[in-house]
């Protein structure tokens, strides 16, 4: 009757394993076998009845498995560190194996005739294969997380050369197996069956990890497990095509939508796993920076609950390391107490390419990355060339506010004269490349040497070129070249990486140097300095460089900022740079703004008509109640610095187009936004109507490129009525865009954000779009509206 029993309990095992390739009953029926066993064993016979059911019961076991194996379709769980690669083939492995093969089989036999008890256990021949793309590399041994804690027959047919990964199972818990596939030779290793004798913690049994889930499913990927004993350290992943770059090859794990790095997959439940997909090169760092230069691994679960996050041992978001300064919008000013407003122009743009990176890339915008001034300053306008050989034209429009109709707007704009190519002054030009290690990305070294290769093609043979790199130290790379000789250039360009730490200060300083040695009288001298504005030896704080650059400006030699990367992007301190260095700057976010500013714009990016140019506007009271300067923050100056020639301020270069907006407050206005007024004993100011419809009069102090003597244009404003209907284009588009910028910049001075009025108003605006700048504009105002 027992033995019917025991037959009929396989019998309905067999069954539930053709339903569940888990067989989670075996475990049941096993631990029935071994107690009727038990009291069959304390029977005294001359000849075990038990035996036949051991052998029985191996056989179950053998046939068991070997059911699984041959279902390629059934999903199974691999063991902790199962593989590994990169190894080199072991020339004794197949030989090895041969004789491992006949070790374990006069083993299974053995253990089938005299079963033992696990606390008999001796070591037994387990089977552990790892690979490589193609080829099988080399064997390791099974770390104690994955040690067997009961003594199991390793059947012969299932441990062969046919065999990708070995089987461990351990029938006292959950069974587990492995994906199995033909492959090329094994290598046997020894673990002990028993690991509580040796005092190693046996886990039992091991979940799936994601690691294993992605190792040879995922394209792109390359998984080494990492079998420190000591540690029971994560197994390392890595994207292929993207090790080379950097020691640290560690992707960037986005999981659920959040950036992590140092992730520990292990303690991630592999059965939550939804999707898994990789980016590398450009599709990881146009999407995710830096951050993605060595791969990303976008994981999208089935949930995951906070707990479930909080137990994973490194998970830690990535931090945003990139640096703006904070800074408060100017606002708004009573012209009674105050009827001046003075400022430096700007020609930068940088912050619009920033901007349009980050809405691109589906992040949040930074609101102190938001300066409206260069937003605007980023799209030229259809304004008059100069006459009576003035460097610039002086334009102004006077107009409703959009966003607030009781509130109107004071556009001032500056065109500097074009000249002919022909016609422009010799350059001496000293490429500042940053090699650190900090631009080793592809949006950084690589889209520099592209972005210059532009610049190369617009200069002529009495154009030269110097290159000085820094990185732990500065260097001249390239002595002073005609342009002529392209390919010589082109190859200390190219032979260009990237590495180590970052003296931008000594870079700087050698940039300098060089060009005063080669300094050419009435040409353009200027150093053109392309960095992530990462510094980080020697002269490195911001209020240092300032005094460094301040120092070099005297020498007449101007500066340009080009910046690259994102992730660790030093904005602040470029701007400043450029600010303080009688220079200009722009952001490089791809090949289309370098085909922009180092092409197109060449000219005006290059060559100065007009330095310290300065703009006074002083309102008339009669019809200014208040006003506010939108935008130019930091390039607000005192009254008193308008004359004083020893006061730096910005550069006009060739072509270039300056844009200023003024929001107006008019004298009868009801708007929430006049204070409480303040009765005066002793400043009473009276308008008087001697100046007619006067609006305002502005004053424009410059210097041409090689003087320090400042001259003077004055500029009348008149009042007017008009409405935005009857507005031009160029104002209409203006408005929107600082419409737009106030909506990033999250100012208090707007309460109306509706995205749609704005692309309505920019539409209205776009005119003649040659270049196609505006509809892009357009276009990003509409992603905005979908991340926001």
């Keep these: 009757?027992?033995?019917?029993?025991?037959?009929?309990?396989?019998?309905?095992?067999?069954?539930?394993?053709?339903?569940?390739?888990?067989?989670?009953?075996?475990?049941?029926?096993?631990?029935?076998?071994?107690?009727?066993?038990?009291?069959?064993?304390?029977?005294?016979?001359?000849?075990?009845?038990?035996?036949?059911?051991?052998?029985?019961?191996?056989?179950?076991?053998?046939?068991?498995?070997?059911?699984?194996?041959?279902?390629?379709?059934?999903?199974?769980?691999?063991?902790?560190?199962?593989?590994?690669?990169?190894?080199?083939?072991?020339?004794?492995?197949?030989?090895?194996?041969?004789?491992?093969?006949?070790?374990?089989?006069?083993?299974?036999?053995?253990?089938?005739?005299?079963?033992?008890?696990?606390?008999?256990?001796?070591?037994?021949?387990?089977?552990?294969?790892?690979?490589?793309?193609?080829?099988?590399?080399?064997?390791?041994?099974?770390?104690?997380?994955?040690?067997?804690?009961?003594?199991?027959?390793?059947?012969?047919?299932?441990?062969?050369?046919?065999?990708?990964?070995?089987?461990?199972?351990?029938?006292?818990?959950?069974?587990?197996?492995?994906?199995?596939?033909?492959?090329?030779?094994?290598?046997?290793?020894?673990?002990?069956?028993?690991?509580?004798?040796?005092?190693?913690?046996?886990?039992?049994?091991?979940?799936?990890?994601?690691?294993q889930q992605l190792e040879g499913k995922v394209a792109g990927i390359n998984v080494s497990p990492n079998l420190n004993l000591a540690d029971f350290a994560p197994d390392n992943l890595s994207i292929r095509g993207v090790t080379s770059l950097n020691q640290n090859n560690q992707p960037l794990y986005v999981i659920d939508g959040i950036p992590y790095q140092n992730v520990n997959l292990q303690n991630i439940d592999a059965n939550k796993i939804k999707n898994v997909e990789v980016l590398k090169d450009a599709a990881a760092t146009s999407l995710y920076g830096s951050r993605g230069m060595n791969g990303v691994v976008v994981i999208k679960t089935k949930g995951i609950s906070k707990n479930e996050i909080k137990s994973l041992n490194n998970l830690k978001p990535v931090q945003n390391q990139e640096s703006y300064d904070e800074w408060k919008e100017n606002k708004f000013e009573l012209t009674k107490a105050e009827p001046l407003s003075t400022f430096s122009i700007d020609v930068d743009n940088a912050a619009y390419s920033n901007i349009r990176r980050m809405i691109n890339n589906g992040q949040k915008v930074d609101k102190n990355a938001v300066r409206i001034e260069e937003m605007i300053n980023y799209f030229k306008y259809n304004y008059p060339q100069p006459k009576n050989g003035q460097p610039f034209s002086i334009n102004t429009e006077y107009n409703d506010c959009a966003w607030n109709p009781k509130h109107k707007i004071l556009k001032?704009?500056?065109?500097?004269?074009?000249?002919?190519?022909?016609?422009?002054?010799?350059?001496?030009?000293?490429?500042?490349?940053?090699?650190?290690?900090?631009?080793?990305?592809?949006?950084?070294?690589?889209?520099?040497?592209?972005?210059?290769?532009?610049?190369?093609?617009?200069?002529?043979?009495?154009?030269?070129?110097?290159?000085?790199?820094?990185?732990?130290?500065?260097?001249?790379?390239?002595?002073?070249?005609?342009?002529?000789?392209?390919?010589?250039?082109?190859?200390?360009?190219?032979?260009?990486?990237?590495?180590?730490?970052?003296?931008?200060?000594?870079?700087?300083?050698?940039?300098?140097?060089?060009?005063?040695?080669?300094?050419?009288?009435?040409?353009?001298?200027?150093?053109?300095?392309?960095?992530?504005?990462?510094?980080?030896?020697?002269?490195?704080?911001?209020?240092?460089?300032?005094?460094?650059?301040?120092?070099?400006?005297?020498?007449?030699?101007?500066?340009?900022?080009?910046?690259?990367?994102?992730?660790?992007?030093?904005?602040?301190?470029?701007?400043?740079?450029?600010?303080?260095?009688?220079?200009?700057?722009?952001?490089?976010?791809?090949?289309?703004?370098?085909?922009?500013?180092?092409?197109?714009?060449?000219?005006?990016?290059?060559?100065?008509?007009?330095?310290?140019?300065?703009?006074?506007?002083?309102?008339?009271?009669?019809?200014?109640?208040?006003?506010?300067?939108?935008?130019?923050?930091?390039?607000?100056?005192?009254?008193?610095?308008?004359?004083?020639?020893?006061?730096?301020?910005?550069?006009?270069?060739?072509?270039?187009?300056?844009?200023?907006i003024y929001e107006i407050i008019p004298v009868g206005s009801d708007s929430e936004f006049i204070p409480e007024s303040v009765d005066l004993k002793y400043s009473k100011t009276e308008s008087h109507n001697e100046f007619g419809d006067e609006l305002a009069t502005v004053k424009f102090r410059y210097k041409n490129p090689d003087e320090d003597k400042s001259k003077e244009l004055i500029h009348t404003i008149k009042d007017s009525k008009n409405q935005i209907n009857n507005a031009s284009s160029d104002f209409k588009f203006a408005s929107s865009v600082v419409w737009f910028g106030l909506v990033l910049r999250q100012s208090e001075f707007i309460k109306d954000k509706d995205l749609d009025k704005i692309i309505n108003l920019a539409k209205q605006g776009k005119s003649n779009d040659e270049n196609g700048y505006r509809s892009e504009f357009i276009r990003l105002i509409e992603s905005y509206e979908q991340i926001k």
């Design 412 to 660: 001032i704009g500056l065109q500097g004269k074009i000249m002919d190519e022909k016609e422009l002054p010799a350059s001496n030009l000293v490429f500042l490349i940053d090699v650190s290690g900090s631009m080793n990305q592809q949006n950084k070294l690589p889209l520099l040497k592209s972005s210059f290769k532009v610049l190369l093609e617009k200069l002529r043979p009495q154009d030269k070129v110097a290159l000085v790199t820094y990185a732990g130290s500065a260097g001249v790379v390239l002595e002073p070249t005609s342009a002529k000789n392209k390919e010589k250039i082109l190859t200390a360009l190219e032979n260009l990486s990237a590495g180590g730490s970052t003296a931008g200060g000594q870079g700087i300083e050698l940039a300098y140097k060089l060009a005063q040695e080669n300094f050419v009288k009435n040409g353009n001298n200027r150093v053109i300095l392309a960095t992530d504005g990462d510094f980080n030896v020697g002269i490195s704080n911001n209020s240092e460089l300032q005094k460094l650059i301040e120092a070099k400006r005297q020498s007449g030699i101007f500066l340009t900022c080009l910046g690259f990367g994102m992730g660790n992007y030093k904005d602040n301190r470029l701007e400043m740079l450029a600010d303080k260095g009688n220079g200009n700057y722009a952001y490089i976010d791809n090949m289309q703004e370098s085909n922009k500013f180092l092409g197109k714009e060449f000219a005006g990016s290059m060559y100065a008509i007009a330095k310290d140019v300065k703009i006074q506007i002083e309102f008339n009271p009669k019809f200014v109640k208040l006003y506010r300067l939108i935008g130019y923050e930091n390039r607000k100056l005192n009254n008193e610095d308008f004359k004083n020639d020893k006061i730096d301020a910005g550069e006009l270069g060739i072509g270039h187009t300056v844009t200023a």
């Design 1 to 211: 009757m027992e033995n019917q029993d025991i037959d009929k309990m396989f019998s309905d095992a067999g069954k539930s394993a053709e339903e569940n390739p888990t067989f989670p009953a075996f475990e049941k029926v096993w631990g029935k076998v071994e107690e009727k066993l038990d009291k069959k064993e304390n029977k005294k016979r001359i000849i075990p009845i038990w035996f036949p059911y051991g052998i029985a019961a191996g056989l179950a076991l053998t046939f068991g498995v070997l059911y699984f194996m041959k279902d390629d379709k059934v999903h199974i769980k691999p063991q902790v560190a199962d593989r590994i690669e990169g190894k080199p083939v072991n020339p004794n492995q197949i030989e090895t194996a041969k004789k491992a093969q006949e070790i374990n089989k006069t083993f299974e036999e053995n253990l089938v005739k005299n079963p033992i008890k696990p606390s008999e256990a001796k070591d037994i021949i387990a089977y552990q294969n790892v690979r490589t793309e193609d080829e099988i590399s080399t064997s390791v041994p099974i770390a104690p997380s994955a040690i067997i804690s009961a003594p199991v027959p390793m059947p012969s047919q299932i441990v062969t050369n046919e065999v990708r990964e070995n089987i461990i199972m351990n029938p006292s818990v959950k069974q587990n197996y492995v994906t199995t596939e033909k492959t090329k030779e094994v290598e046997p290793i020894v673990v002990n069956a028993m690991g509580i004798k040796r005092e190693q913690k046996s886990l039992g049994y091991v979940n799936t990890t994601v690691n």
